[in-house]
């Protein structure tokens, strides 16, 4: 069963603390944050970027960009190439919306072709199942995202304050619940699209070309019916759901099957884990909620948490279930301090009790049942061959860091191109190439081979689930190194396993801020930047992500990591190696990890 602890920091009250009454519901009619009036003054997300995408600015303005997040871009400049006294060198990165990390042929054809033309030449997997692009000058910004959208894709709500990419298991196995988790995750994403956004969005793009509006199944028309009734119901039918000043920040749904927890389920706001019956079809599922790992350096006020239990759902009530909570958060999230409006602060500060309550009184009209139980959840990651189904395969390759460039890039497009293959992207910053017949493995695993990768299902045991975020030089909030020096620190740790002879694997990852977008605050050791070469030091996760880690070193020079870590590390091998490093950190308690890292 999967255990979902609330993390040290949460509490279970029936009366709020602060920012509880920081609501939309407590500022409307008063005079709005300039973030909240920003969104407002927006006509749906369209002014003033309409207007500027067209002068000959090299960027944007502070209005237009905010606004810019919402249509799945943000504005970033080369700080390799800052020089005192000149303009930056301003560019775009987007983020596509892939449900799952499902990448069609076409669009990956489309995205690749891109990036060669108008961006920096490569793509990347994010950790939440998309790709990046990076490098794209704003006079270029319209073909790129135009051109995405005609080949069925979409960068719409990828960034924001608005439900963001819903994830699934990428593995498109044809049994047991993966289709159904596949499917709802679909459901999910058409379900909190934004209704007139979705207008400005054409407009901006495509010059109001409608039909490449999302059109969902008859089970999600009739969910999104029900906007416009009862607490859900934003006040606005333009905008029945968000209403015209959307989310207090940005929000996270992801969907999975009993045990499989690929998508980090309790990092999100909102993880549904579905049940099916033996023919596949959906009965219901488990609901957790108030997950999110943003944190700020110094303010002890934020912090990771992972989600909370709230009940079992039927399968007829899931879809009004997850817009209910949104609505919730609409309505109650802090839209006052920023840094406070993600819904686990409300969680935190509300209780679940609370929440529970409110939302059966004024949002959802459903039924909210126990948990079920559910086997012990496992990070799976796919690599390496697997079957579909009889006669058909799919292949999960290694990416560290999820980064596609240079000759593998122009490999890859080659097999995609000539097997007509789609891609998935996983959590862990992988890629599957799936649909591949029996008489196509043969030569796709030779053309692999030539790429340089023989055996996908063993990469290096530290680089298979290490995840890192883009950091330096684009990513504006990065304090200092983090994907591009990754490899070096995972080489340096797996000489110091090596001659310790420890060979059990270790779940790590590295981000450049404190931001959490590689989900630090779940690994066995992670580090996290906090100056120049500097990093905490966080420890005692779990190796199936089911608990937080611990942040024990604030300023850790990096290079004197090995040094730091080695009495932990032998403590470690000298209990016998049975459990995992984020379970004898566990174990060990705060007092005796504290000695060892001090020794």
């Known amino acids: 069963m999967i255990n979902a602890p609330v993390s040290q920091t949460s509490v279970d009250a029936t009366a709020g603390t602060q920012g509880a009454g920081n609501g939309r519901l407590a500022i409307e009619g008063a005079p709005l944050p300039k973030a909240e009036q920003r969104k407002r003054d927006s006509d749906f997300l369209k002014k003033p970027l309409l207007d500027e995408l067209s002068n000959e600015l090299p960027y944007f303005s502070e209005d237009a960009l905010q606004l810019l997040k919402f249509h799945g871009s943000y504005q970033q400049d080369d700080r390799d190439k800052r020089e005192k006294g000149k303009d930056k060198t301003w560019q775009m990165m987007l983020r596509l919306r892939s449900p799952g990390g499902r990448i069609p042929t076409g669009l990956f054809l489309a995205m690749d072709e891109l990036a060669d033309r108008l961006g920096d030449g490569t793509l990347r997997a994010t950790t939440r199942q998309a790709f990046q692009m990076h490098g794209v000058p704003k006079a270029d910004l ?79 028309k009739k969910a999104r019916s029900r906007q416009l009734e009862g607490g859900v119901f934003s006040g606005d039918e333009r905008e029945p759901l968000y209403g015209d000043t959307y989310l207090p920040r940005k929000f996270k749904v992801a969907v999975t099957v009993p045990g499989d927890n690929s998508v980090d389920l309790l990092t ?41 239990p709230l009940g079992y759902v039927p399968a007829n009530q899931v879809l009004d279930l997850v817009q209910s909570v949104l609505a919730l958060q609409r309505d109650y999230g802090d839209r006052k301090v920023r840094r406070h409006a993600r819904m686990k602060y409300l969680l935190h500060d509300k209780g679940i009790r609370w929440f529970r309550d409110q939302l059966t009184k004024d949002y959802f009209k459903g039924e909210l049942k126990p948990l079920r139980n559910e086997p012990k959840a496992k990070l799976h990651d796919y690599l390496g061959w697997n079957r579909t189904r009889a006669g058909l395969w799919f292949v999960g390759i290694p990416l560290l860091c999820g980064r596609l460039e240079g000759d593998f890039k122009k490999g890859l497009r080659k097999l995609v191109e000539t097997y007509q293959l789609e891609i998935r ?84 990852r590295m981000t450049g801020c404190p931001n959490g977008c590689a989900r630090p605050y779940m690994a066995e050791l992670a580090l996290v930047g906090s100056g120049v070469n500097q990093y905490q030091l966080w420890l005692g996760g779990s190796a199936n992500l089911q608990r937080l880690a611990k942040p024990y070193l604030q300023k850790l020079p990096l290079d004197e990591l090995e040094t730091t870590i080695e009495p932990l590390l032998m403590s470690w091998k000298a209990a016998g190696g049975r459990r995992s490093l984020g379970d004898h950190v566990h174990k060990l308690g705060d007092e005796a990890v504290a000695e060892l890292l001090n020794a």
């Not at 960068?155 to 044809?174: H, K, S, Y």
């Not at 579905?274 to 006020?301: I, P, Q, S, W």
């Not at 684009?474 to 420890?502: F, H, K, N, W, Y």
């Open 142 to 220: 319209k073909e790129v995202i135009g051109t995405i959208v005609r080949s069925m894709g979409s960068t719409l709500a990828a960034c924001g304050d608005i439900n963001r990419n819903v994830m699934a298991p990428a593995a498109p196995f044809e049994k047991g619940g993966y289709p159904a988790a596949r499917q709802l995750a679909d459901d999910i994403a058409d379900l909190l699209s934004p209704e007139t956004a979705e207008g400005s969005y054409l407009d901006l793009w495509v010059d109001g070309d409608l039909s490449y509006r999302i059109k969902p199944n008859r089970s999600v």
């Open 268 to 308: 999100q706001d909102i993880g549904l884990v579905v049940f099916t019956d033996a023919t596949g079809e959906l009965r219901g599922c488990n609901v957790y909620v108030g997950g999110g790992m943003g944190r700020t350096h110094n303010k002890e006020e934020t912090f990771a948490r992972i989600a909370d």
């Open 425 to 508: 992207l996983t959590p862990n910053q992988d890629l599957l190439l799936c649909n591949i017949g029996t008489p196509q493995r043969a030569s796709v695993r030779a053309a692999l081979a030539e790429l340089g990768v023989e055996t996908p299902e063993m990469p290096a045991p530290l680089a298979r689930h290490a995840i890192a975020c883009p950091a330096l030089p684009t990513c504006g909030l990065a304090i200092t190194e983090s994907e591009r020096i990754l490899p070096d620190v995972l080489d340096r740790l797996d000489r110091q396993l090596q001659r310790l002879e420890i060979e059990k694997p270790l779940l790590i």
